[in-house]
C-alpha cells in the first residue's frame, strides 16, 4: 500500500471520529435542555374573571427578555353563555423554533369545557399569532421558558368579551357602569390610545381616535387641532413612553468615599465624586403601578478611579506626637448602575 492511499485512509478515519463526537454532542445538548426538572421551574396559576372592560397580560419583565424557567398560566373565564375574544400585539418576540416545533420557550392558548380541551395553538418565534374567538366561556393561556436561551420582548395579549352572536360588544361602558378608580386601573394597562380605545369600543375605536383633534362643540381647540392633518395623536403615545423610559433611570450622585467605602481609618481627596445611580420612581408607566414597585438596578458595573489617600500609621515611638502627614496615590472601585427596572412584589425575585 502507498503512502499516500495509507493517508488518504487515516484521514477518513479521523473525520469520521470527529463527525461522530460532534453528533453526540448535540444529542447530549438536547437531552439536557428536554430533561429541565419540575421542581427548577418557578409555577404560578393566576384566575381572571372577565368583564366588559377586558384586559391584558404579558410575559414577565416585557417588552425586555423574559427570565428563565417559569411556567405561568392565565385562566380566563367569562360568564356562561359568553365566548372571549384574544389578541396578540405585535411586539412579539420568543425563542425560536427547533425544526418548525417549539420546544423551548413558548406561550399557548387553550379553550376549555366542561367535556373537551382544545389547544388553539403553541407559538414562539417573532411573527405574532392571531387573534382568536373561543368556543366556550374559559381559555388558559399558558407561557413556558426553559432555562437557557430568552428573547426579547415576549408577548403581550389582550382579552375582551364577545357575544352570544360571535360579534364584539360594541359598548362596554353602557352595559356595567365603572367608577373613575376603575377607569384609571383600565388606562394603566395600556401603552398606546390606540389600544385604550379599541378596548373601550371595539366597534367604533377609529372613529374615536380621529375625531380626537375635531371635535367641533368644544369652545377651546387646542394647537392639535389645527395640525390634526399631521396625525399629532401620536404625542400622546410618546409622552406617555417617555414616562416608562424616564422615570427610573441612572442619574448622577455625589458620594462621599469615607461612607461609600465605609472607612473610619482615611481620608481621601477628593472627598465626594460623582456616581451613576438608579433614581426616580415606579408611581406610573406599569400595570401595577399600585402595587409597592421601586426603582432598582438591573444591570451594574464597577468603575476605577485613583483618588489621593491619607491613613496615619502610629506606632510606638510616634504615640505621643502628631503623626505626619504622608499623602499616597491609591486605586478605588465605585459601583455605578448601568440599567434601572421597576421592580415590584408580584415579580419573581432574581
Known amino acids: 500500500m502507498s503512502a499516500a492511499v495509507a493517508f488518504q485512509m487515516w484521514m477518513l478515519l479521523l473525520l469520521g471520529t470527529v463527525t461522530g463526537i460532534g453528533r453526540a454532542h448535540v444529542s447530549n445538548t438536547r437531552v439536557m435542555r428536554g430533561n429541565t426538572r419540575r421542581d427548577d421551574l418557578y409555577c404560578k396559576e393566576e384566575n381572571i374573571t372577565i368583564t366588559p372592560m ?54 399557548e392558548v387553550e379553550d376549555q369545557s366542561e367535556t373537551s380541551t382544545i389547544i388553539w395553538g403553541r407559538w414562539c418565534g417573532q411573527k405574532a399569532p392571531p387573534s382568536l374567538h373561543s368556543k366556550s366561556n374559559t381559555l388558559r393561556v399558558i407561557f413556558k421558558s426553559d432555562d437557557y436561551f430568552v428573547a426579547k420582548p415576549g408577548f403581550k395579549v389582550y382579552y375582551s368579551l364577545l357575544g352570544t352572536s360571535g360579534g364584539q360588544m360594541p359598548a362596554a361602558v353602557t352595559e356595567v357602569p365603572f367608577s373613575l378608580d376603575d377607569l384609571d386601573r383600565t388606562i394603566a394597562a395600556y401603552d398606546t390610545v390606540e389600544q385604550l380605545l379599541r378596548s373601550l369600543s371595539p366597534d367604533t375605536w377609529r372613529q374615536d381616535l380621529d375625531s380626537i383633534y375635531t371635535q367641533t362643540h368644544m369652545h377651546y381647540r387646542s394647537r392639535a387641532y389645527h395640525l390634526a392633518s399631521r396625525y399629532n395623536k401620536v404625542d400622546l403615545n410618546r409622552l406617555y413612553d417617555d414616562v416608562k423610559r424616564y422615570s427610573c433611570t441612572p442619574r448622577n450622585y455625589s458620594v462621599n468615599l469615607r461612607e461609600e467605602l465605609r472607612t473610619t481609618n482615611a481620608v481621601f481627596f477628593p472627598r465626594c465624586l460623582l456616581v451613576k445611580r438608579c433614581g426616580g420612581n415606579c408611581g406610573c408607566g406599569s400595570y401595577n403601578w ?61
Not at 59 to 65: D, E, F, G, I, W
Not at 312 to 331: A, G, I, S, Y
Open 54 to 107: 377586558g384586559g391584558v397580560i404579558h410575559s414577565p419583565r416585557y417588552p425586555n427578555a423574559y427570565p428563565r424557567n417559569v411556567l405561568l398560566s392565565w385562566k380566563l373565564q367569562a360568564l356562561p353563555g359568553r365566548r372571549i375574544h384574544l389578541e396578540f400585539d405585535g411586539h412579539f418576540g420568543l425563542e425560536e423554533a427547533e425544526n418548525g416545533v417549539c420546544r423551548y420557550d413558548f406561550v
Open 290 to 350: 399600585n402595587s409597592g414597585c421601586t426603582c432598582q438596578a438591573s444591570k451594574t458595573t464597577l468603575k476605577l478611579y485613583e483618588v489621593l489617600k491619607y491613613a496615619p500609621e502610629v506606632t510606638l515611638h510616634q504615640r505621643h506626637r502628631r503623626p505626619r502627614l504622608r499623602w499616597v496615590m491609591d486605586e478605588i472601585f465605585l459601583t455605578h448602575h448601568e440599567t434601572c427596572e421597576c421592580a415590584c412584589p408580584s415579580q419573581r425575585p432574581r
